[in-house]
């Protein structure tokens, strides 16, 4: 009885206790604005982004174009780049052939947001390039002047750009934005994907004293604003829908810490309560950027010789306001840790003490700073550095940081226009093949400030898109770049991007030569008929992949390297060390190479069957699959990853899952291939996700991923989860030509299967064979696959397990000739040493796992069943 009553009680408590937190969540009040206008320009139709929100079409209200879209025409855009969050609101756009505005009426009281959305690419058979542009508002701010989306897209090495604005209040209760396009001797035109005009609270209430000038101030209320940065110092990308109401997005600061030494960051857990001393504070910031901090370390000796430091670029000629955010979540007396402030290499404040400054642990504050940015070199780079103050001998020599935002005010000429960047650069790139499809170069993050310094010329705004730059380059592997896109590859074969090299090394030869076969260059030659153009079946930059045969008939893909290209010996070396240690029934291995005069070649396993795209559509004659067998392939390719995943030493991240990249051997075993964008995983415990640039093709990319550029091995899930549905409705991941809300393949056949059509709409060619119960099966493990977070997906493993179940669905539906038709017979659980364990997903599985459906990792045994199984149900016709 006492027992029982004490539980109650202890629940009680911990009701107390967990209360409070949850109403710290609750209650952080969010910020709702008077006007909210999102306008998907250019369509007819309304539609939701990737965070969910809504863009209604401008076509809604006949007052929002003032000419009723006289001057402008509605266009869609030719192609989706993978590196668009969404359709919406990019792939339609507002193009204008001459002067024409839209005019929105709003509170005369409130600021606003305007956020210009911008996706350069043909519109109407518009090249982007004949895109150039002035953008005005009815205040007579310039915003934009003479201005390329192309080149400054290209420049910054993005997808597509958002330029964001804060305008001050209009007493005529208006806001008029103008687009023209710039007169010149060649037709221009003017275009625009999106706008929003959303009411904001004032940020900037007081002037802002100009760093080294103690007596001047800058008014920001009575002028116009750009974004140029927004940084969660310390901490993730934090979504606009997660922000306080004012749809900011806040980004990663990893790309911006100089140097080597970028300090330690620190994450109070979400319990942490952070304590707004108002309620205006709150539209400051959301919770999540004071709940994370970079501090210098715990060494007070190497703190006191070097400074904590962010370099941001910026365009020259401006005044910008720099707002620090902090919050102290450790430390709770004054004098614990003070550091002084230095933005341009002047002492912007000294002594800093965020307790002191706070009043307690766990209240933000923030503190604002003017600087102007000159005319002389160096001035397009603003520094923002913390060191510590040792004056007043602190307990701790250490700094720290929560958030920086940058803001550009409008010149006196209200002009906030820079010039693009450096055109001459530009074409240089361009002449490099820079290709449309995201392919990118470096692999650290902490390397990207410098690439985007080396880059982007004049231009800036680089922080506010940071997080969907997809494709930063640098000219190391320009050459790279332009050979890696898809259209420049016969992609089934197992080719291994960027990693052939036309210097010989000899170290190479040592180092592999235990690990595969060595050839000679003459038995290459002999088993490529000296490469002879007819056996060539794909060609990329890197070098072209021949047919051939050794061993007196091993047939083999021998990949010969192009002698021009230059990529770094050891890069080479270490992907095909680990490619040559990767040995599994279902991914394509590495059978030798060759290093000789110069020569480097790769020879592969042959894959008889090509992809597993060729055999679903547009298959130009070859007989379509029967459901077992895309069933089996798909079983195998999930064996693959699943190895990837957990198998080898470390995590292995594939990172480019899709059908092209899944071959069938003569056996119709599935074989993973292309581990060229393959990425270790994180190796220690408590760290969860590889932060890196962005890759991956086309309707399959992770969205989770994409917005927030951690790689987790769920990245592959995901791209999986598209591979299931691809072989389910046979068609591909994504086609343009169809209607918009059926372009992409994972959203489409979500809504089916949530509108529960999907039956009607798998491919009719398989849609008798299926086992409806195999089918929900199916499309249920499909469905978890594309959860919007990488934590709500199954391991590979738990689809492995489920897409078993789906197959023992399909054997009963089958009937008792299943085994006979050739279904391995699988293991029973205690005969392996296998000991994952496996959740399902949802609804349990048709029989009881442990008796029957066991998936053995490595097991001969099933090997060899599978074996037998592929050869009989080879489908009829070859
Ligand atoms: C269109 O906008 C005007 C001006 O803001 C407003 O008065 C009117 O109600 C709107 N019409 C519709 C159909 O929303
Ligand atoms: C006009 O177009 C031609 C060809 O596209 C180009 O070479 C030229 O530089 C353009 N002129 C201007 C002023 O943009
Ligand atoms: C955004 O907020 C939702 C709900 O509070 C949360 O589940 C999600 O993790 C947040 N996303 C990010 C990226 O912080
Ligand atoms: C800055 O202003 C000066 C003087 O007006 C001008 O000569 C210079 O080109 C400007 N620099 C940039 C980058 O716009
Ligand atoms: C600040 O100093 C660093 C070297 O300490 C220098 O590289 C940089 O250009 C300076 N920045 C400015 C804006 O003067
Ligand atoms: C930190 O930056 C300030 C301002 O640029 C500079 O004066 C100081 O020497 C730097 N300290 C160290 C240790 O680099
Ligand atoms: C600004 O820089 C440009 C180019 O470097 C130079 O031609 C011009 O004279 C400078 N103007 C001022 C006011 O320093
Ligand atoms: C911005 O432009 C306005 C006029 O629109 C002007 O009053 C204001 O002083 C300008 N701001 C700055 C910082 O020059
Ligand atoms: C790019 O690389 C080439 C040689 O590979 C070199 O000549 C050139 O200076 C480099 N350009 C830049 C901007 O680093
Ligand atoms: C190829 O066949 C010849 C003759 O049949 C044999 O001597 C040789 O060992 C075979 N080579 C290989 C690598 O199997």
């Known amino acids: 009885m006492a027992g029982k009553v004490r539980g109650r009680s202890s629940q009680l408590l911990l009701v107390l206790l967990v209360l409070p937190a949850i109403s710290a969540g609750a209650t952080a009040k969010l910020y709702s604005p008077a006007d909210r206008f999102l306008l998907n320009c250019g369509s007819t139709s309304d539609g939701l982004d990737a965070d969910g929100r809504k863009w209604v079409a401008d076509t809604n209200n006949s007052t929002w174009l003032t000419d009723s879209g006289k001057s402008s025409i509605m266009a869609a855009a030719d192609e989706m780049d993978s590196a668009l969050p969404s359709s919406t609101p990019y792939m339609t ?15 005369p009281r409130d600021r606003h947001w305007l956020r210009l959305h911008f996706y350069p690419a043909s519109y109407n058979e518009l090249r982007p390039e004949e895109f150039r542009f002035c953008v005005t508002t009815s205040t007579g701010v310039t915003l934009l002047h003479n201005f390329s989306v192309y080149f400054t897209t290209k420049a910054l090495t993005q997808a597509y750009l958002i330029r964001e604005y804060s305008l001050p209040r209009s007493p005529e209760g208006f806001v008029t934005i103008t687009f023209s396009p710039t007169p010149s001797s060649n037709v221009t035109y003017a275009f625009v994907n999106g706008i929003e005009v959303v009411s904001m609270p004032d940020i900037f209430n007081d002037p802002v004293t100009m760093v080294g000038f103690a007596d001047e101030t800058v008014d920001v209320a009575g002028s116009a604003f750009q974004t140029m940065y927004r940084l969660n110092v310390g901490g993730a990308y934090i979504p606009p829908s997660n922000d306080t109401g004012l749809t900011r997005g806040w980004f990663d600061d990893t790309p911006f810490v100089q140097g080597a030494s970028p300090g330690v960051v620190y994450s109070a857990g979400p319990r942490f309560h952070i304590k707004y001393p108002s309620d205006a504070a709150e539209y400051a910031a959301p919770p999540e950027v004071y709940l994370s901090t ?14 904590l430091t962010w370099t941001m670029e910026v365009d020259c000629n401006f005044t910008y306001v720099v707002r620090l955010h902090f919050c102290e979540l450790q430390l709770v007396h004054p004098n614990q840790r003070v550091f002084d402030i230095f933005i341009n290499n002047k002492t912007a404040q000294t002594d800093v003490d965020v307790i002191e400054m706070a009043t307690e642990r766990g209240v933000p504050v923030y503190k604002d700073y003017a600087v102007l940015m000159g005319n002389v070199t160096g001035d397009d780079m603003l520094w923002v550095a913390l060191h510590p103050s040792v004056m007043l001998r602190p307990q701790f020599y250490d700094a720290i940081l929560n958030g920086i935002e940058v803001f550009k005010l409008n010149d006196t000429d209200a002009n906030l226009a820079a010039p693009d960047p450096n055109p001459s650069k530009l074409l240089a790139e361009a002449e490099l093949g820079w290709g449309r499809s995201a392919e990118f170069s470096t692999d650290d993050p902490g390397n990207m400030a410098t690439v985007m310094g ?9 922080g506010i898109v940071a997080a969907i730059c997809v494709v930063v380059y640098n000219n190391k592997t320009n050459k790279q770049l332009a050979a890696g896109s898809d259209s420049h590859t016969s992609s089934w074969l197992p080719l291994y991007h960027s990693h052939t090299s036309g210097k010989s090394s000899g170290h190479i030869t040592a180092n592999l030569a235990g690990m595969c076969r060595h050839f000679s260059f003459a038995e290459i030659k002999a088993a490529t008929k000296n490469f002879s153009s007819d056996l060539a079946i794909g060609v990329g930059g890197f070098g072209v992949v021949y047919r051939g045969v050794v061993d007196n008939g091993t047939k083999v893909a021998v990949k010969r390297s192009n ?36 020569e480097m070649v790769l020879v592969y396993d042959y894959m008889e069957h090509g992809t597993l795209r060729e055999h679903l559509y547009n298959n130009s004659g070859k007989p379509t699959l029967s459901w077992r067998h895309r069933l089996d392939i798909c079983i195998g390719a999930a064996r693959g990853l699943h190895y990837l995943h957990t198998g080898a030493k470390y995590t292995i991240i594939h990172r480019d899952v899709k059908t092209t990249n899944i071959l069938v051997d003569e056996n119709w075993v599935a074989k993973v291939s292309d581990f060229g964008l393959s990425k270790s995983g994180p190796t220690t415990v408590n760290q969860s996700h590889v932060s890196t640039m962005v890759k991956g093709s ?38 343009p030509a ?9 959203d489409y056949a979500i809504s089916c299967k949530r509108s529960g059509i999907l039956p009607d709409v798998v491919d009719p060619a398989i849609k008798d064979q299926i086992a409806p119960e195999c089918l929900v099966k199916f499309a249920d493990t499909a469905e978890k696959c594309l959860s919007e977070n990488g934590t709500e997906r199954p391991s590979m493993g ?9 197959m023992q669905a399909q054997d009963m539906f089958d009937g008792a000739g299943s085994v006979a038709s050739g279904r391995p017979v699988l293991e029973p659980s205690t005969s392996n040493g296998s000991t994952a364990s496996f959740t399902t997903l949802g609804t349990s599985c048709t029989s009881h796992p442990h008796e029957t459906c066991v998936i053995v990792e490595t097991d001969d045994e099933v090997v060899v069943d599978r074996a037998a199984f592929s050869q009989t149900v080879q489908p009829t016709g070859r």
Request: hydrophobic share 40%; glycine share 6%; proline share 3%.
């Open 294 to 307: 970079r501090s210098m370390g715990s060494d007070a000796r190497m703190n006191q010789n070097y400074n």
């Open 454 to 462: 080396g880059t982007a010329g004049g231009a800036a705004a680089a």
């Open 798 to 806: 738990d689809v492995l397990w489920n897409l078993e179940c789906a």
């Open 563 to 598: 002698p021009t290209s230059e990529q770094g010996i050891n890069e080479f070396q270490t992907e095909v060390e680990m490619l040559s240690k990767l040995r599994h029934r279902h991914l394509v291995s590495l059978i030798g190479f060759c290093e000789e005069d110069g």
């Open 93 to 107: 756009a507002r193009v204008f052939t001459m002067e024409a505005m839209y005019n929105f009426s709003v509170n």
């Open 698 to 735: 086309f309707g399959y990319l992770d969205p989770e991923y994409f917005r927030r550029q951690q790689l987790t091995e769920k990245s592959d899930v995901y791209s999986f989860g598209v591979v299931l549905f691809e072989v389910l409705l046979a068609r591909p991941a994504l086609d």
């Open 738 to 746: 169809l209607p918009r809300d059926q372009v992409s393949l994972a």
